[in-house]
C-alpha cells in the first residue's frame, strides 16, 4: 500500500512538472514520461504484493480506513498502472504534435489525474472515499473527452458523456444511500458484515447497482456515451476509457457481489441477458461504422458484454450453489477485463498512428498502409486475432473460460442448464466479430490505397514501442496462461466467498498446460507447413504480376472491395436491428449509420421533452402578478386538500 | 508408453490420407445421377501433385499475409482434426472445453485466407472474403448449438467424451435430440465445405462464386495448400456427422476406423446426393437455410431441456 501511495505521488509529480514545463516542451516531455512509467512501475510494485495474499483485517484508524488493497483491488490495479503506463509512453509521443496549437501540459496533467482517480475508485474502503475517487475520475475523463472541443460533434459527445456518466453516478449514490441507510456504517466492511443479516435491501441494492456501473461500464443500453466519446478523445485517452475506464464499472459490479453475498438469482438472469445482448448488437453496429475508432468503441460495447456474460453465469452458478459453475464465470470475467484492456488499448494506438500517417479515420478512404507502417500493422494484426478470441492469444483464453462456465452450467441439473445456449450467442458474436475485423484490417492495411494519394504526413515512429509492448503481452497471456489463471481463479475464490477451490483450481491448471501444448503443436504445425511449402519446387519459378482481375485488370485502387460493401451483406440479413440503413446510390453503396439507442429513441424522447418544456414556458410571463397569481392558487389548492383530508 | 494412443494416430493418418478423395467422392456421385461420366473420384490427388511441381504468381500488391494464409490454414486445420477422437476413443489432444478450441481453429484459417484474399487489392477476391465470413457468421452458432446438445447428452466437456463412451451411452434416452442434430450437422457440412445448395464448387463464373472466388489469385503449391486444407475440413465435418450417428466407441479399434472410413465415404456419397437433387440458394438465402439448421438443433436442445 506504501509503494502504491509512492507510486501515485510520481504520477501526479509527472504529470504537474508537464503542465510547469509547459515552456520547455523537450524536458516537460521527459519528465513526464519518465515520471509515469516509474510511477506506474513502483505502484504495480506496490499491487502484486497484495495480489496473492488476502486484505488483513481493517485497521479501525489512519488511511488504511480509507483506501486498502485486497486481491480484487490488486488486480484491476495492476491492470490499470500496466496498461496506463503504455499510454503515459504513447500519449507523449502522440501529443509532442499538437504542441504549437495547444496546452498538451494540461491534457498530461488530467491524464495523470485520472489514473489517480481510477485506482483510487478500485482501493476505495470507504462509501465517500468511493465515491469522490468516481468523481474526480469521470470529471478528468469528461475535461479529457471535450479536449479537441472547438469541433461541435466533439462538444456533443462531451454533453452525452456527461449527462450518462452523472445518471451513473445518481444510480450509485441512490444505492449506496439505501444500502447505509439500512445498516448503519459508511465502510465496506461494515457493508461485508451486514450481509450475514436481512437487513440489506438486496433487490434495491442490485438493481441501482447494475444500472450505475453498467452505465459506466457501457452496457446496451447505456453505451450510448461510449462510441461518441471514445471518437473523440485524443488516440492515446480513446486507449484509457475503452481499456480502463469501462473496467471500473466491472470492478464495481464484482465488488458489489463480494458485499453484498450470492446475489439473487434474477439478477443473474438478467445480467446474463444483458451480457449477451450487448455481445451481439455491439459487434453488429460495430460492423457498420466507417469511422475506424466508432467501429473499436462499439467493439468495447461487445466485450463488456462477453465480461458480463462470464459475470452473469457466475451470478448464477453462486446463486445456484453450484461452485465450479460461479468460479469459472467469475474467472473468465476478471480474465477478459484484462485481456481486453491489452488488446484495445493497441487497436486505439493503432488507430491513432493511422490517424497520424494517413491523416483521416474514414475507413473507406484508406488502404495499403501495411507497407507505410508494417509495424504498426503486425501488432494491429495480432490485436485483431487477439479480440475475436481466436487461439493461440490472449482473448481466446478468456473467452475459452467463460463458454466452459456455460457449458459447465448445462452439465447440472435443473433451470440452470438453460444458462448453456448463451454459448451459442457468445459464438455468433465471435464469428460477427471476425467478419468485423477481418474487413477493418483487410481494408485499412491490405490492398492499395483507395482514391487520391495522401500526402506523406508523417511516420510512425515513437508510437510503436508501446504497440508492440502491448502485443507482446497479449501473446505471453495467451501462450502461457498459467501467468494469469491461478491468480484469476483465486481471486475469483474470494469475491465468491468460495472456500475449496482445489478441485476447480487443479482442472483449471491442466487445461492451461493442454492449451499452452496446442500453442506449441501449432506453431511446430505451421513450421511444418512452411518448410515443406519452402521445399517445393516453386521457390525457383516465382514470377511477380498484377492482380488478377478476371480479364479486366482494375487500374484503380477506388475499384477495390470497401468496407461498405464487405459488411454489407451480412448486415443486410438483420434488417433493423443492424443499426444502419443501405442506399443503393448510381455509382455506389452507401451506408448510413446511426445508434439504434441513442438516434432512434433517446434524442427523439428528449427531443419531446424538450417540446414540451418549451409550451410549458408560456406560464412563465415575467410579470409579478402573474407569480402572486401562481402562489395564491398553490396556496388554495393546498388548503382545500387539507380540508378534504380532515372532512374525510 | 503402453497407452500411446497408437489407434488415435493411425486413424488420423488414414484421415488425412482417404480426405482428398471425398470430393471425388461426391463429384462422382453427382455426375452418375445427373448421367454424366465425371471425373475419376481420384482427381484431386492428380490436382495437388500436379500444383505442387508448379510454379507461382504473385501480385504486386500482396505482403507477407498472402504467403501466410494457406499456411495458417493448413495447420489450424491440422490441429482441429488432432482435436477429434477419429478412432472413437481418445484424441490426441484433449482438455474440457476443446470443442471451443475447434471452432476457434476453423475460424483462425479462415481469419487468414479472408485477410489474403484482401491483401490482392481485387474487388472480386474481396467480395469472395465478404461471402465466406457471412455465410461463417451463421454457421458457426449452428455448429456449436450441436455441440451444446451433444455435452447436455452426454454430459461431457470435451469432445473426446462427447463423440465416446457417454455418446454410446446417451442414445437410448436422447436419440431424437441426436437425430435432429445430426441433421443440423450435415447443413453446416455443407455450408463450411462449399457445396450446393450454398456455395458451387463447379461454378464458372467469378461473380457468384464463394469460397473459390476468395482464392482466384493463389497457385501453385500455395492453393495445393488451400485444397488439400479444404479435402481435410470436408472429412472432419464428415467425421462430425458421422460420429454421431455412428458411435464407435464400443467397438474394437480396427474396427472402429474401418467404420470412420465408411462413414466419410457416406456422407460424401450423401453430399453428391443433396448437390444432385437441389439447386443453388440465391445469396440471401443462404443464411435463412443456416438459420433453420440453427433452429433444427435448437429443437434438440428444448427437448433434451424438457
Not at chain 1, 181 to 191: E, N, S, V
Not at chain 2, 124 to 135: C, D, H, K, L, Q
Not at chain 2, 206 to 229: C, N, R
Request: aromatic share 8%.
Amino acid at each position: 500500500m506504501t509503494l502504491l501511495a509512492l507510486g501515485l505521488t510520481l504520477v501526479l509529480l509527472a504529470g504537474a512538472a508537464a503542465r510547469l514545463l509547459e515552456r520547455r516542451a523537450g524536458m516537460a516531455d521527459l519528465a513526464f514520461r519518465w515520471g509515469m512509467l516509474t510511477g506506474c512501475l513502483t505502484g504495480i510494485a506496490g499491487a502484486v504484493q497484495a495480489l496473492g495474499s488476502p486484505e488483513a483485517a481493517a485497521p479501525t484508524a489512519g488511511p488504511g480506513v480509507w483506501f486498502g488493497l485486497d486481491p480484487l483491488s490488486a488486480w484491476f490495479t495492476v491492470m490499470f498502472l500496466g496498461v496506463g503506463s503504455t499510454i503515459a509512453v504513447y500519449g507523449t509521443h502522440y501529443m509532442a504534435r499538437e504542441r504549437p496549437r495547444r496546452q498538451v501540459g494540461s491534457a498530461h496533467l488530467l491524464l495523470a489525474v485520472l489514473m489517480i482517480g481510477l485506482t483510487g475508485v478500485v482501493t476505495a474502503r470507504t462509501i465517500v472515499a468511493f465515491l469522490a475517487a468516481w468523481e474526480v475520475m469521470a470529471i478528468s475523463a469528461w475535461l479529457l473527452v471535450i479536449f479537441d472541443r472547438e469541433h461541435a460533434e466533439v462538444r456533443r459527445a462531451g454533453l452525452v458523456y456527461l449527462v450518462l456518466t452523472h445518471t451513473a453516478t445518481i444510480a450509485l449514490f441512490g444505492m449506496f444511500a439505501a444500502w447505509s441507510g439500512a445498516i448503519g456504517g459508511g465502510t465496506f466492511a461494515d457493508l461485508a458484515t451486514a450481509a450475514l443479516d436481512d437487513r440489506t435491501p438486496v433487490a434495491l441494492v442490485s438493481t441501482l447497482g447494475l444500472i450505475g456501473f453498467g452505465i459506466k461500464a457501457g452496457v446496451v443500453p447505456g453505451h450510448i456515451w461510449l462510441p461518441g466519446a471514445h471518437a473523440a478523445a485524443p488516440s492515446h485517452i480513446s486507449a484509457l476509457l475503452s481499456g480502463v475506464m469501462l473496467k471500473v464499472g466491472i470492478y464495481g459490479l464484482l465488488r458489489m457481489v463480494m458485499l453484498l453475498g450470492p446475489p439473487p438469482v434474477w439478477w443473474g438472469w438478467l445480467v446474463l441477458l444483458l451480457g449477451l445482448g450487448s455481445a451481439v448488437l455491439g459487434v453488429l453496429w460495430a460492423l457498420a461504422q466507417h469511422d475506424l475508432k466508432r467501429l473499436l468503441a462499439y467493439h468495447s460495447v461487445e466485450n463488456i458484454g462477453i465480461i458480463l456474460l462470464g459475470l452473469g453465469v457466475g451470478a448464477l452458478g453462486s446463486a445456484y450453489n453450484q461452485p465450479v459453475v460461479a468460479l469459472l464465470g467469475v474467472t473468465g470475467a476478471l480474465l477478459h477485463s484484462l485481456n481486453h484492456s491489452l488488446f484495445k488499448s493497441l487497436l486505439f494506438f493503432g488507430a491513432g498512428a493511422v490517424q497520424r500517417v494517413a491523416g483521416t479515420r474514414e475507413i473507406d478512404r484508406l488502404g495499403g498502409l501495411a507497407r507505410r507502417m508494417p509495424r504498426t500493422a503486425g501488432a494491429f494484426l495480432i490485436a485483431s486475432i487477439a479480440i475475436v478470441g481466436l487461439p493461440p492469444l490472449n482473448g481466446f483464453l478468456s473467452e475459452w473460460v467463460i463458454f466452459r462456465g456455460l457449458l459447465e452450467a448445462g452439465g447440472t441439473a435443473g433451470t440452470l442448464r438453460l444458462a448453456s445456449v448463451a454459448a451459442a450467442g457468445l459464438v455468433l458474436a465471435g464469428a460477427l466479430a471476425l467478419a468485423c475485423f477481418s474487413k477493418l484490417h483487410g481494408v485499412v492495411f491490405l490492398g492499395v490505397p483507395r482514391g487520391t494519394p495522401e500526402p506523406a504526413r508523417g511516420a510512425d515512429h515513437g508510437l510503436v514501442a508501446p504497440q508492440l509492448t502491448l502485443a507482446a503481452a497479449c501473446i505471453a497471456i495467451g501462450v502461457l496462461p498459467v501467468l494469469v489463471l491461478p491468480t484469476a481463479t483465486r481471486i475469483a475464490a474470494g469475491v465468491l466467498h468460495e472456500p475449496d477451490t482445489a478441485g476447480v483450481m487443479s482442472a483449471v491448471a491442466g487445461s492451461a498446460t493442454a492449451i499452452s501444448l496446442a500453442t506449441l503443436v501449432l506453431l511446430a504445425l505451421g513450421l511444418m507447413v512452411w518448410g515443406l511449402r519452402a521445399a517445393s519446387r516453386a521457390r525457383e519459378i516465382v514470377r511477380s504480376g498484377t492482380t488478377w482481375g478476371c480479364a479486366f485488370p482494375s487500374t484503380t485502387g477506388r475499384a477495390q472491395h470497401t468496407a461498405s460493401s464487405y459488411a454489407a451483406s451480412l448486415l443486410s440479413v438483420f434488417g433493423p436491428f443492424s443499426g444502419s440503413r443501405q442506399v443503393m446510390g448510381p455509382a455506389g453503396l452507401a451506408v448510413h449509420v446511426a445508434d439504434p439507442v441513442l438516434d432512434r429513441l433517446a434524442q427523439p424522447t428528449w427531443d419531446r421533452v424538450r417540446e414540451t418544456a418549451f409550451r410549458l414556458r408560456r406560464i412563465q410571463t415575467g410579470r409579478i402578478v402573474w407569480y402572486l397569481t401562481y402562489v395564491i392558487a398553490a396556496l388554495l389548492g393546498l388548503l382545500l386538500y387539507l380540508w378534504w383530508g380532515a372532512a374525510s | 508408453m503402453s497407452d500411446f494412443p497408437y489407434y488415435s494416430v493411425l486413424a488420423l493418418l488414414a484421415v488425412l490420407i482417404v480426405a482428398p478423395a471425398l470430393p471425388g467422392i461426391a463429384n462422382r456421385t453427382k455426375s452418375a445421377l445427373t448421367g454424366r461420366r465425371g471425373a475419376p473420384v481420384l482427381q484431386l490427388y492428380r490436382d495437388l501433385a500436379r500444383l505442387w511441381r508448379k510454379g507461382v504468381v504473385y501480385s504486386q500488391t500482396t505482403t507477407a499475409i498472402f504467403r501466410l494464409g494457406p499456411i495458417v490454414l493448413l495447420a489450424a486445420t491440422l490441429l482441429a482434426a488432432a482435436l477429434l477422437p477419429l478412432d472413437g476413443r481418445r484424441a490426441l489432444l484433449s482438455f474440457p472445453g476443446d470443442l471451443v478450441a475447434f471452432a476457434g481453429l476453423l475460424g483462425l484459417g479462415r481469419f487468414g485466407m479472408a485477410l489474403a484474399a484482401m491483401d490482392t487489392g481485387s474487388s472480386f477476391e474481396g467480395m469472395g472474403a465478404s461471402r465466406e465470413v457471412t455465410v461463417a457468421s451463421f454457421a458457426e452458432p449452428a455448429l456449436f448449438l450441436c455441440f451444446i446438445v451433444l455435452v447436455l447428452a452426454t454430459g461431457r466437456l470435451d469432445l473426446t467424451g462427447m463423440y465416446g463412451l457417454p455418446l454410446h451411452d446417451a442414445w437410448p434416452v436422447a436419440a431424437p435430440s441426436l437425430v435432429l442434430a445430426a441433421g443440423s450437422l450435415f447443413i453446416v457440412t455443407l455450408a463450411e465445405t462449399c457445396r450446393v445448395p450454398v456455395d458451387d464448387p463447379l461454378t464458372h463464373l467469378e461473380l457468384t462464386m464463394i469460397h473459390e472466388v476468395m482464392v482466384l489469385d493463389h497457385s501453385g503449391p500455395d492453393l495445393a495448400l488451400i485444397l488439400y486444407a479444404g479435402a481435410v475440413k470436408m472429412a472432419l465435418f464428415a467425421a462430425l456427422v458421422a460420429g454421431v450417428l455412428l458411435p464407435r466407441a464400443s467397438q474394437p479399434p480396427g474396427v472402429a476406423i474401418a467404420a470412420l472410413l465408411l462413414g466419410l465415404v457416406v456422407v460424401a456419397v450423401a453430399i453428391g446426393v443433396v448437390e444432385s437433387v437441389t439447386s443453388r440458394l440465391r445469396m440471401n438465402r443462404v443464411p435463412q437455410l443456416l438459420i433453420a439448421a440453427s433452429a433444427l438443433a435448437g429443437f434438440a436442445l428444448i427437448l433434451l431441456l424438457r
